[in-house]
Structure formats: C-alpha cells, structure tokens
C-alpha cells in the first residue's frame, strides 16, 4: 500500500481501491469482491496472467506498465455498445493533457496506437446483477518495457514516444478520472460526443476489410462507426455494419 499511497491522495474518496503488487488479474480480481453500486478499482504494479481480447494473454513487467481494472456500474436500460471506444478516447485525452503528445489513435474496438505500434489495449467484461448491468474495464498501457518482452504483435510504450515521462501516479489517476468522467457522459449522452471527433482519431478509416462471419460475407472498406459504436463498412451492396473484431480481417 505504502507504494500507492501517492495515488490514493489524487483519486476520488467515493471509489473502493484495492492495491497490490503482483496479481494474476485486475479484471479477474473485481469479478470475485462482492458487488457494489460504488466504482471498485483494482490497480496493480504487474499482473502474471493479464488478460486481452478473445481469450489471448497480456504481457507486462512489474512497473513497466499501467495496469487496472474499474468495476462500474450502469443502469439495466444502458445501451452499452461503444463503450470501448469512449475508454479508448478517454486513455487518449489523458496522454494529450498530461504529455502534450498528438497522433494518437484508436483502433476499433479497443487498441490505442501510435503509429503502426499498439501502445494501450482494453478489456471489457460485463454481467447483470440485481436488475444492474455490471462492466469491469480493464486498462493496459505501456509505460516503459524491457526491450525484450515477448508481445507478439508490433508495440510501443511512453518511454520510446516521449522525451520526458510524465508521472506514473499523476497519468494513471488521469486515466481513472477520465474514463469515469466520459463513461458519466456516456450514460446520458451515448456516443455523440466521442462522434464529434472521431474522424480524428479513426486508425481504420479507408481500410478494406472481409467479414468472416458465417451468416454474412462480405469484403468493402471502413466508413467511420455507427452512433452504436459498429464498425461501418461501405461495399458494393451497400453499408454494412460489424460489431466484433473477431470477425473481421484486413485485405
């Protein structure tokens, strides 16, 4: 605890925090506490069985990367489509604000990149609870890594893009305020605020792509998102939408 008593002082008192040094998973961790109608945070300095997407692993070094988990809970009648997106735009307007860093994108549903390098990736897992929708969402970014981890897939961290590293205590709460301030807008707003911009921070506009899904196949190009946070794919029948990542590869 002592390590984070730093990060404690700069988050919010209304939130329940767990602390730890080494954990299998911040996300695993949130499923098994008792449920709460207050956010629950999990933060760990590393993590020895992180989670990605469609059951693949998330490779971290202790500190060399910023790892939590929010349990956040949202009303039964929310439409939670996009809500990846929203955490991608708040982990992006973070870096902005706190490193003055610009080129930062999001790569539908959930990766922020620089460049053609992932530097940040998020993980949401949701359930209902006593007539409440639950998500935990987990948040992984590359802060400053062993040149010799193994990730299997082109990578960056803070440390490479910057000259100076911003405080790890100060961007990890800015991480925190962000994604709960933007999911509060979210709730009441859908995603009509991250549509506002999100031509700049598109990573996928214009890229062709085949749908692999069974029920309908299909090869066009990718025109944007839907107000429901659907990957829009323009062919020659027409806009087609797609709404998981799995289904989908690059042409």
Same mark, same amino acid.
């Given at each position: 605890?002592?390590?984070? !008593?730093?990060?404690?002082? +700069?988050?919010?008192? &209304?939130?329940?925090?767990?602390? /730890?040094? $080494?954990?299998?998973?911040? !996300?695993? @961790?949130?499923?098994?506490?008792?449920? !709460?109608?207050?956010?629950?945070?999990?933060?760990?300095?590393?993590?020895?069985?992180?989670?990605?997407?469609?059951?693949? #692993?998330?490779? $971290?070094?202790?500190?060399?990367?910023?790892? /939590? $988990?929010?349990?956040?809970?949202? =009303?039964?009648?929310? =439409?939670? =489509?996009? +809500?990846?997106?929203?955490? #991608?735009?708040?982990?992006?307007?973070?870096?902005?604000?706190?490193?003055?860093?610009?080129? +930062?994108?999001?790569?539908?549903? %959930?990766?922020?990149?620089? #460049?053609?390098?992932?530097?940040?990736?998020?993980?949401?897992? %949701? %359930?209902?609870?006593?007539?409440?929708?639950?998500?935990?969402?987990?948040?992984?970014? %590359?802060?400053?890594?062993?040149?010799?981890?193994?990730?299997?897939?082109?990578?960056?961290?803070?440390?490479?893009?910057?000259?100076?590293?911003?405080?790890?205590?100060?961007?990890?709460a800015a991480f925190i305020k962000?994604?709960?301030?933007?999911?509060?807008?979210?709730?009441?707003? #859908?995603?009509?605020?991250?549509?506002?911009?999100?031509? &700049? @921070?598109?990573?996928?506009?214009?890229?062709?792509?085949?749908s692999k899904d069974s029920k309908?196949? /299909?090869?066009?190009?990718?025109?944007?998102?839907?107000?429901?946070?659907? +990957?829009?794919?323009?062919?020659?029948?027409?806009v087609k939408e797609v709404y !998981?990542?799995?289904?989908?590869?690059?042409?």
């Amino acid at each position: 605890m002592d390590h984070y !008593s730093s990060l404690r002082k +700069l988050i919010e008192d &209304d939130i329940d925090c767990h602390f /730890f040094d $080494s954990i299998e998973s911040t !996300s695993s @961790y949130l499923t098994k506490v008792p449920y !709460s109608k207050r956010t629950q945070l999990c933060v760990t300095r590393e993590q020895t069985m992180g989670k990605g997407q469609h059951g693949r #692993g998330w490779a $971290s070094q202790k500190d060399g990367s910023i790892l /939590f $988990s929010l349990r956040k809970c949202f =009303n039964i009648d929310t =439409n939670l =489509n996009g +809500l990846s997106l929203v955490i #991608g735009m708040a982990i992006i307007k973070s870096i902005e604000e706190e490193c003055q860093l610009e080129g +930062l994108k999001i790569k539908w549903p %959930n990766d922020v990149y620089y #460049g053609i390098n992932k530097l940040a990736g998020i993980l949401m897992e %949701n %359930n209902i609870h006593k007539e409440a929708q639950y998500v935990v969402i987990g948040v992984g970014v %590359n802060y400053q890594l062993d040149q010799k981890i193994n990730i299997d897939i082109p990578w960056t961290d803070l440390a490479q893009i910057l000259k100076k590293l911003p405080s790890f205590d100060t961007l990890t709460a800015a991480f925190i305020k962000n994604i709960l301030a933007m999911t509060k807008d979210f709730e009441s707003k #859908g995603l009509s605020t991250l549509l506002s911009e999100w031509n &700049d @921070y598109d990573m996928l506009k214009g890229v062709k792509i085949r749908s692999k899904d069974s029920k309908e196949i /299909f090869e066009g190009e990718v025109d944007g998102i839907t107000e429901h946070g659907a +990957l829009r794919i323009s062919t020659t029948e027409g806009v087609k939408e797609v709404y !998981s990542s799995i289904h989908i590869e690059y042409i």
